[in-house]
């Protein structure tokens, strides 16, 4: 479960944020969850209101986002949405000549705190 790991890095991230704009507590926190970044999002909200007990992230709402898997038909020209992550096939025009625009990652698109 790499999910417990993520969310441990995006706390210390968090954490930094808020400590800089001298924050006294994070209560809302926007994540932006890549198309192929192997993440359950269940497992992700569980890791997070973990990893956040007793600290300045406590009991904060968390707002997932999970981005499209995108790519750029080069048949097309286009750029096309898969339906999952798993097919590797233009919609459009059924070329497996794609090229994948959307991550693997796991984003802080945002966050919103109390300041002291």
Sequence with gaps: MHEITLCQQALTLIEEQARLHHARKVTHVWLRVGAFSCVESSALQFCFGLVCRDTIAEDCELHL????????????????RLLTHRVRRCPQCGSADLHIVADDGLHITRLEIEQE
């Design 65 to 80: 986002e999970e981005q499209q898997a995108e790519c750029w038909c080069r048949t097309c020209c286009d750029y096309v």
